[in-house]
C-alpha cells in the first residue's frame, strides 16, 4: 500500500470516529445496532467490503438491513463472490476493523491485514460493491457512509442499486460473479419464468382443483411488501393481496412480520375475523424469511402457524417425488447410473416431528450449529441441499454438477424416451434450481415455490399443516456470569462442560414423554438459551423450567 493510499484512508476516517463504549461484533446478520451509532461501522465495512473485492477479484455485495428488528435499529452485512454470507475467516478482522479506537489505529490494522492477505492494491483489477438497502428511514445516510469506505480505497467503485430486498442483492451479487445479468428486473423475470414452468407442468387433475384461492401476504410494513406488488404484475394464475406494504402508515415490524407471528403465534396488524381460514403468508422487514398461517376463530387472534420446519417438509416431499420419477428404472433405454444425494439439514431448534417426518420419508437429515452460515455450508456437500430454520430463514441448493446432469438428463429424455412423466420431472427441477434463490434464504422466491407445490398436490393450507404435528415446546433464557462456561458438542446437543450439566439434563429429560431438551450460549449476551419440547404443552414447560434450574446452579451468579 503506497502513502498516497495511506494519507485517503487517513482523512476519510477521521469524518467517521468512533462512539465511546460501543463495541461491536460481526455475527450471522452482521453488524446490528441502533442506526445513532452505526456510521463509523458502516463506513469501516464500506473499506472491508472493497479489500474483500480486492482479493477475491469479484463483484462484492454490501447490504444495510436490520431485518426483523425494530425500526430504530440498522446493520450491514457482505456478500462474498458466491453470494452467501462473508467468509468466517475475515469475520474476526471485521471486528478489529469496526473496533479500532481511531483513524491512526484504523489505517494500521488495514495495512497489516492487507499485507498478510496479499491483497494487491493498484493492479488492473478494481474492486467494485454492489449497495442496496431496505426502507428504513436511516438506511440513506448509511448507505453514504458506506459509499465513502468504498471509495477511500483507489480505484473501488461503489454501485448503488438503490432499495432492495437482502436476498435480491444476495442473488445480484451471484449473478454477476457467474456472468449472468443480474438487475432487479433479470430477478423478477427469472423468479417469474421459473414460477410459470412450474404452473404449466401441474397435473391437469391437479390444475382443476379449487387452486385460486387468493394468497394474503403481511409484508411486515417493510421492503418485501413494495417489492412483491412488482413481482405479482408479472404471475399468473396466482392472485395475491399484500397488506402491511408500508405505504398506510404502519411501523416496520411493529406487530407484524413473520418473526412475530411465528415466535407469538397470533395474526399480525391487518388480519382478523374475516381472515378465518384463508391462506396467509408473512415476511419478515427485509424479506429473508417466510412463515404461512390461518387464522382460527374470530372470536380470538390464535393461528394455525406453519412454519420453516413445515416449508422444508413440503419442499423435500416434492424433490424427493420428482427425483423418484426421474430416476425410475422402468425404462431401460434411459441410463440411470447416477445416484443423486439428497440431504436435509437442521439445527437442533427443528421441532422433534419435523425430522421424525422427514426420516420417515427415507431422507437423510444432517443436525449443524444455529446459524444460517452453518446450515449452507453443509448443504452445499449435496447434490441438493435442503435447509430451513423455524423462523422461515432457508433455501435449496442444488449444485453445479447435478444441474449439468439434469440438463442432459432432459435433453436425452426428449430425444430417446417417450416416458412423458419422466421428462416433466427434469424439467420441474431445473425450474424449481432457477426459481429458488441459490445464494440466500429468499422470502419471495419460497413463497411462489410454495404455492406451486400447493397446487401440483392439490392442497389447501390445512392439509399441508396436517403432514404432521408438532410436538408442544418453550424455550427460555437464563442469565449468568460467563456463557463462555458452557461448551457443547454435536451440534449444540450435548454439554461437555462444564462436568455433570448434562447427565443432570439427561435426568429431567427421561421423566418426560418424547422428552427433549438442549442448552447453549448465546453468541451476544451472557444468557443460556434453554430449548424443551415434550408430549404436552404442560410437561415441556416444566422439562424447562426444570433444566434452566439446573443451569443456574452450576452457571448462575450465586454458582460458585
Known sequence: MDEEQRAILLESATRFPTPEGVKLSYGTSGFRADASILSSTVFRVGILAALRSLKTQSVIGLMITASHNEVSDNG?????????????????????????????????????FAKKEN?????????????????????????????????SIVGAVAIDMGVLTTPQLHWMVRGRNKGMKASEPDYYEQLSNSFGCLMDLIPKEM????????????GANGVGGEKLEELKKLLNGLVIQVRNDGKEGGVLNEGVGADYVQKEKVVPCSFGPNDVGLRCASLDGDADR????????????KIDLVDGDKILSLFALYIKEQLGILTKKEDEEVNNDYRVRLGVVQTAYANGASTDYLKHLGLEVIFTH?????????????????????????????????????????????????????????????????????AVGDALSGLLLVEAILRHMGWSIQKWSELYQDLPS?????????????????????VVKPPGLQEAINAETAKYPQGRSFIRPSGTEDVIRVYAE???????????????????????????
Request: glycine letters at 6%; proline letters at 2%.
Open 76 to 112: 450491514i452485512k457482505i456478500a462474498d463472490p458466491s453470494g452467501g454470507m462473508l467468509t468466517q475467516e475475515w469475520e474476526p478482522f471485521a471486528d478489529t476493523l469496526a473496533n479500532a479506537i481511531d483513524a491512526q489505529d484504523l489505517v494500521r490494522l488495514i495495512v497489516e
Open 290 to 301: 417466510l412463515v404461512y398461517f390461518h387464522v382460527l376463530s374470530k372470536s380470538n387472534n
Open 474 to 494: 418453550r424455550q427460555l433464557k437464563v442469565k449468568v456470569a460467563d456463557r463462555t462456561a458452557v461448551i457443547t458438542a454435536n451440534a449444540e446437543t450435548v
Open 207 to 218: 390444475a382443476a382443483l379449487a387452486m385460486d384461492e387468493k394468497l394474503t401476504v403481511d
Open 119 to 151: 491483497i494487491p492494491f493498484g493492479g488492473v483489477h478494481s474492486a467494485q460493491v454492489l449497495l442496496g438497502r431496505d426502507t428504513r428511514p436511516s438506511g440513506e445516510s448509511l448507505m453514504e457512509a458506506a459509499r465513502q469506505g468504498i471509495n
Open 534 to 560: 415434550a408430549s404436552t404443552q404442560e410437561s415441556a414447560d416444566s422439562l424447562a423450567k426444570s433444566v434452566a434450574q439446573h443451569v443456574d446452579h452450576f452457571l448462575g451468579f450465586g454458582s460458585s
Open 370 to 438: 444455529t446459524g444460517v452460515k452453518y446450515l449452507h455450508e453443509k448443504a452445499a456437500e449435496y447434490d441438493i441441499g435442503i435447509y430451513f430454520e423455524a423462523n422461515g430463514h432457508g433455501t435449496i441448493l442444488f449444485s453445479e454438477h447435478f444441474v449439468c446432469w439434469l440438463e442432459a438428463k432432459k435433453n436425452e429424455l426428449a430425444s430417446i424416451s417417450t416416458d412423458l412423466e419422466m421428462q416433466k420431472a427434469a424439467l420441474r427441477l431445473l425450474a424449481v434450481s432457477n426459481l429458488i434463490n441459490q
